[in-house]
């Protein structure tokens, strides 16, 4: 006997979120979908919020090997969208070098239409192989602010950047949406991580890290983002260059710290962690993108200086709200 019911369109772990202005002036879920192993947790909205937030999780608290998920995100005129974890996102190990598991993000933001997302790192196992790909799609006077990074993986277990692949893929296109419409590529960033050497005069990746634990990119591009890239690039070009050396005394510099301003200050204080825990960033303005890299020794480490850099600036949390930097502050 043939069913009544209409077939199901759903795929195992397809997910799909649009998000829409209400009548309120508020931004809310038009469409909230997902199948096993992914899993989307949007909480109660308030009046107070800035963006409706969606956390992505999977279900047994990670991805096993050959799992597969895809995503797929649209952000309507003038609606806010803030995505954050509820922890690292966990790949298992597989059990071959071709059980690869993967995760695919595609997203569209329309005009004026803005998708904050800020998660917590991806935490590769030993043995595991695991691909991501995230395409944005943006119209004219649309903003994102996306954070992709990736930590050397279970170090209780000493782990050490052990996981046979890791491939990731963002890219960021300009368009108008429509059938006919011309795309424009802004940036394209690959990162390959691969136990895999070619030849024996390629270091190990192990060594190739320099003692880096999280490797991250962080990509700001549109209206709501253009003070936040301003903010980083000032920032970055402010640091000490080879070379520089202050020629004041101690007393001298003691009397100053004295009557610097509290952004002064927190600058001094960023500085000293900077180098104190052997941070390194970069950034570089690329077609309209600010895209900020970053290397630190460990999580926390570049959790609390990346927490910093964005409470600092605080285009976030005006525009979003204090829950999209969940993930960013120290734990």
């Not at 395409?135 to 996981?163: N, P, Y």
Request: hydrophobic letters at 40%; charged letters at 20%; one cysteine or more.
């Amino acid at each position: 006997m043939e069913s009544p019911f209409p077939k199901s369109s759903s795929v195992a772990g397809g997910g799909r979120i649009v998000v829409k202005l209400l009548p309120d002036g508020l931004s809310g879920l038009e469409a909230l979908t997902y199948q096993y192993p992914l899993k989307l947790i949007s909480p109660s909205r308030s009046l107070e919020t800035r963006s409706v937030l969606v956390f992505l999780l999977s279900y047994g608290g990670g991805l096993v090997g050959g799992d597969s998920v895809s995503l797929a995100i649209q952000v309507e005129p003038n609606a806010r969208l803030s995505i954050v974890t509820q922890g690292h996102t966990k790949v298992f190990k597989s059990a071959t070098a071709d059980v690869v598991t993967r995760q695919a993000l595609n997203v569209e933001v329309a005009s004026r239409g803005a998708l904050c997302l800020l998660p917590d790192p991806v935490q590769p196992f030993a043995d595991s192989v695991y691909e991501q790909t995230q395409i944005f799609k943006l119209a004219d006077e649309a903003s994102l602010c996306l954070l992709d990074w990736v930590t050397q993986g279970r170090t209780a277990r000493g782990e050490h950047w052990s996981f046979t692949r890791w491939f990731g893929r963002n890219e960021v296109w300009k368009t108008g949406f429509s059938s006919d419409a011309r795309q424009r590529l802004l940036v394209r960033d690959n990162l390959f991580l691969t136990a895999d050497q070619d030849h024996n005069q390629t270091q190990s990746l192990q060594k190739s890290t320099y003692g880096m634990a999280v490797f991250g990119t962080l990509i700001l591009t549109g209206p709501l983002m253009e003070d936040l890239g301003s903010f980083f690039l000032a920032e970055f070009a402010s640091l000490p260059r080879l070379g520089a050396r202050d020629f004041r005394t101690d007393d001298a510099v003691t009397q100053d710290s004295a009557q610097v301003s509290a952004e002064e200050r927190w600058r001094s204080e960023r500085a000293v962690l900077e180098k104190a825990k052997r941070l390194l960033w970069t950034a570089a303005n690329v077609r309209g993108c600010v895209v900020v890299k970053f290397g630190a020794p460990d999580v926390e480490t570049g959790r609390i200086w990346l927490g910093s850099m964005l409470s600092q600036e605080g285009s976030i949390a005006r525009n979003f709200g204090d829950h999209a930097l969940l993930c960013v502050r120290p734990t």
